[in-house]
Protein backbone atom coordinates (compact mmCIF):
# COMPACT_ATOMS: atom_id res chain seq x y z
CA UNK A 1 0.00 0.00 0.00
CA UNK A 2 1.26 3.45 -1.04
CA UNK A 3 0.65 5.61 1.23
CA UNK A 4 0.85 9.75 1.01
CA UNK A 5 3.45 9.39 4.11
CA UNK A 6 5.62 7.62 1.40
CA UNK A 7 5.25 9.41 -1.80
CA UNK A 8 6.54 12.43 0.25
CA UNK A 9 8.18 11.65 3.04
CA UNK A 10 9.94 8.97 3.21
CA UNK A 11 13.86 8.91 1.36
CA UNK A 12 14.42 5.37 2.53
CA UNK A 13 12.83 3.02 4.83
CA UNK A 14 16.29 1.62 6.67
CA UNK A 15 14.43 -1.06 8.86
CA UNK A 16 10.89 -2.08 8.08
CA UNK A 17 8.27 -3.80 10.41
CA UNK A 18 9.22 -7.46 9.94
CA UNK A 19 13.15 -6.35 10.27
CA UNK A 20 12.33 -4.90 13.53
CA UNK A 21 10.31 -7.60 14.72
CA UNK A 22 12.33 -10.65 14.32
CA UNK A 23 15.20 -8.53 15.68
CA UNK A 24 13.50 -7.57 18.85
CA UNK A 25 12.53 -11.02 19.16
CA UNK A 26 16.22 -12.21 19.32
CA UNK A 27 17.33 -9.07 21.69
CA UNK A 28 14.38 -10.49 24.18
CA UNK A 29 15.72 -14.45 24.02
CA UNK A 30 19.06 -13.26 24.40
CA UNK A 31 17.70 -11.15 27.72
CA UNK A 32 15.79 -13.86 28.90
CA UNK A 33 19.01 -16.08 29.11
CA UNK A 34 21.43 -13.48 30.56
CA UNK A 35 19.24 -13.52 34.07
CA UNK A 36 18.48 -15.86 36.25
CA UNK A 37 14.98 -16.74 36.00
CA UNK A 38 13.20 -15.55 38.96
CA UNK A 39 15.34 -12.40 38.70
CA UNK A 40 12.98 -9.58 38.72
CA UNK A 41 14.24 -6.80 35.98
CA UNK A 42 13.01 -2.98 36.09
CA UNK A 43 12.93 -1.77 32.70
CA UNK A 44 13.46 1.97 32.60
CA UNK A 45 12.04 3.10 29.31
CA UNK A 46 13.78 6.23 28.24
CA UNK A 47 10.48 8.90 27.03
CA UNK A 48 9.60 9.36 24.87
CA UNK A 49 11.11 7.49 22.10
CA UNK A 50 11.80 4.00 23.71
CA UNK A 51 8.05 3.25 24.54
CA UNK A 52 7.69 1.30 21.42
CA UNK A 53 10.48 -0.91 21.59
CA UNK A 54 9.82 -1.13 25.59
CA UNK A 55 6.40 -2.50 24.38
CA UNK A 56 7.41 -4.56 22.13
CA UNK A 57 10.44 -6.12 24.15
CA UNK A 58 9.00 -6.83 27.20
CA UNK A 59 6.41 -9.04 25.56
CA UNK A 60 9.62 -11.24 24.25
CA UNK A 61 11.46 -11.19 28.36
CA UNK A 62 10.37 -14.20 29.76
CA UNK A 63 11.11 -12.83 33.23
CA UNK A 64 9.23 -11.11 36.15
CA UNK A 65 9.43 -7.46 34.37
CA UNK A 66 8.53 -3.82 35.83
CA UNK A 67 7.88 -0.81 33.99
CA UNK A 68 9.38 2.23 34.55
CA UNK A 69 10.27 5.84 32.68
CA UNK A 70 12.46 8.47 33.10
CA UNK A 71 11.94 11.67 30.61
CA UNK A 72 15.62 13.07 30.03
CA UNK A 73 16.52 16.55 28.06
CA UNK A 74 20.27 17.51 26.70
CA UNK A 75 20.70 21.47 27.72
CA UNK A 76 20.77 23.15 24.62
CA UNK A 77 24.42 23.80 22.88
CA UNK A 78 25.77 22.21 25.93
CA UNK A 79 26.37 19.12 24.02
CA UNK A 80 29.98 18.14 24.38
CA UNK A 81 29.80 18.96 28.17
CA UNK A 82 26.77 15.39 28.63
CA UNK A 83 24.95 17.97 30.94
CA UNK A 84 21.25 16.70 30.95
CA UNK A 85 18.45 17.37 32.97
CA UNK A 86 16.01 14.78 34.50
CA UNK A 87 12.39 15.80 34.14
CA UNK A 88 10.76 13.10 35.22
CA UNK A 89 12.61 10.75 38.07
CA UNK A 90 12.21 6.97 38.28
CA UNK A 91 8.53 5.93 40.65
CA UNK A 92 10.56 2.60 41.74
CA UNK A 93 13.23 2.25 44.09
CA UNK A 94 15.96 0.61 42.66
CA UNK A 95 18.31 -0.15 45.15
CA UNK A 96 19.44 -4.27 44.77
CA UNK A 97 17.04 -4.37 42.05
CA UNK A 98 18.57 -5.20 38.38
CA UNK A 99 17.76 -2.21 35.85
CA UNK A 100 17.61 -2.52 32.27
CA UNK A 101 17.60 0.97 30.86
CA UNK A 102 15.88 1.07 27.41
CA UNK A 103 16.53 3.42 24.62
CA UNK A 104 15.38 4.29 21.01
CA UNK A 105 18.92 5.62 19.54
CA UNK A 106 22.29 6.13 21.08
CA UNK A 107 24.20 8.74 19.20
CA UNK A 108 26.97 10.61 21.08
CA UNK A 109 26.06 8.54 23.82
CA UNK A 110 25.76 11.45 26.58
CA UNK A 111 22.41 11.10 27.20
CA UNK A 112 23.31 7.52 28.35
CA UNK A 113 26.39 8.15 30.29
CA UNK A 114 24.30 10.48 32.24
CA UNK A 115 21.41 8.27 33.04
CA UNK A 116 23.45 5.36 33.63
CA UNK A 117 25.44 8.04 36.15
CA UNK A 118 22.79 8.79 37.91
CA UNK A 119 21.25 5.58 38.46
CA UNK A 120 24.04 3.96 39.85
CA UNK A 121 23.95 6.53 43.06
CA UNK A 122 20.90 4.50 44.16
CA UNK A 123 22.74 1.32 44.62
CA UNK A 124 20.89 -1.15 41.65
CA UNK A 125 22.14 -4.77 41.68
CA UNK A 126 22.84 -4.21 38.35
CA UNK A 127 22.23 -2.11 35.25
CA UNK A 128 21.95 -2.97 31.89
CA UNK A 129 21.68 -0.96 28.67
CA UNK A 130 19.31 -1.80 25.57
CA UNK A 131 18.87 0.30 22.68
CA UNK A 132 17.54 -0.62 19.45
CA UNK A 133 19.22 1.83 17.48
CA UNK A 134 23.11 2.71 17.63
CA UNK A 135 25.41 5.16 15.17
CA UNK A 136 28.86 4.05 16.37
CA UNK A 137 30.55 6.79 14.25
CA UNK A 138 28.84 9.62 16.45
CA UNK A 139 30.09 7.93 19.81
CA UNK A 140 32.28 10.22 22.08
CA UNK A 141 31.66 8.47 25.44
CA UNK A 142 33.52 5.55 24.74
CA UNK A 143 33.20 4.33 28.45
CA UNK A 144 29.22 3.92 28.14
CA UNK A 145 28.62 -0.12 27.50
CA UNK A 146 25.99 -1.24 25.62
CA UNK A 147 24.52 -4.70 26.52
CA UNK A 148 22.33 -5.46 24.05
CA UNK A 149 21.88 -3.50 20.45
CA UNK A 150 19.38 -3.79 17.85
CA UNK A 151 21.23 -2.62 14.71
CA UNK A 152 24.05 -0.43 14.08
CA UNK A 153 22.80 2.42 11.52
CA UNK A 154 24.67 4.94 9.44
CA UNK A 155 24.83 8.80 10.88
CA UNK A 156 21.82 9.64 9.61
CA UNK A 157 18.66 11.51 11.09
CA UNK A 158 16.28 8.81 11.36
CA UNK A 159 12.23 8.58 12.54
CA UNK A 160 9.81 6.29 13.27
CA UNK A 161 9.10 3.54 15.69
CA UNK A 162 9.14 5.48 18.74
CA UNK A 163 11.63 8.25 17.11
CA UNK A 164 10.30 11.74 15.91
CA UNK A 165 10.91 15.07 14.07
CA UNK A 166 9.35 17.58 15.64
CA UNK A 167 6.81 15.02 17.57
CA UNK A 168 5.74 13.52 14.54
CA UNK A 169 6.16 10.13 12.78
CA UNK A 170 6.39 8.32 16.24
CA UNK A 171 3.57 6.01 15.45
CA UNK A 172 5.10 4.85 12.27
CA UNK A 173 5.49 1.00 12.02
CA UNK A 174 9.34 1.11 10.61
CA UNK A 175 12.52 3.44 10.60
CA UNK A 176 13.08 5.84 8.04
CA UNK A 177 14.77 8.36 6.79
CA UNK A 178 12.89 11.68 6.30
CA UNK A 179 13.27 13.17 2.62
CA UNK A 180 15.19 16.75 3.14
CA UNK A 181 12.67 18.57 1.74
CA UNK A 182 10.24 17.82 5.15
CA UNK A 183 13.19 19.93 6.80
CA UNK A 184 13.07 22.99 4.62
P1 LIG B 1 23.00 11.14 22.52
O1 LIG B 1 23.82 11.98 21.58
O2 LIG B 1 22.98 11.73 23.91
O3 LIG B 1 21.55 11.32 21.93
O4 LIG B 1 23.41 9.71 22.50
C1 LIG B 1 20.55 10.44 22.18
C2 LIG B 1 19.23 11.12 21.93
O5 LIG B 1 19.28 11.96 20.77
C3 LIG B 1 18.13 11.82 19.99
N1 LIG B 1 18.51 11.36 18.64
C4 LIG B 1 17.68 11.14 17.61
N2 LIG B 1 16.35 11.26 17.52
N3 LIG B 1 16.45 10.55 15.26
C5 LIG B 1 15.73 10.96 16.33
O6 LIG B 1 14.52 11.06 16.23
C6 LIG B 1 17.79 10.40 15.27
O7 LIG B 1 18.40 10.01 14.26
C7 LIG B 1 18.44 10.72 16.51
N4 LIG B 1 19.74 10.68 16.91
C8 LIG B 1 19.74 11.09 18.20
C9 LIG B 1 17.27 10.81 20.72
O8 LIG B 1 16.31 11.53 21.48
C10 LIG B 1 18.19 10.08 21.66
O9 LIG B 1 17.60 9.62 22.86
MG1 LIG C 1 13.44 13.52 19.80
Known amino acids: ?65 IFDFMDVSSYEGTESSGVVRVIKDLEENIENKNVLIVEDIIDTGLTLKHVVDFLETRDPASIRVCTLLDKPERRTEKQVEVDYN ?35
Do not use: W
Not at 16 to 24: F, G
Not at 48 to 56: K, L, N, T, V
Open 1 to 65: MKTELEDNKVDEILINAEQLSKRIAELGTEITADYDADDEVVMVGILRGGIMFMADLARHVDLPV
Open 150 to 184: GFEIPDKFVVGYGLDYNEKYRNVPYIFVLKPEVYE
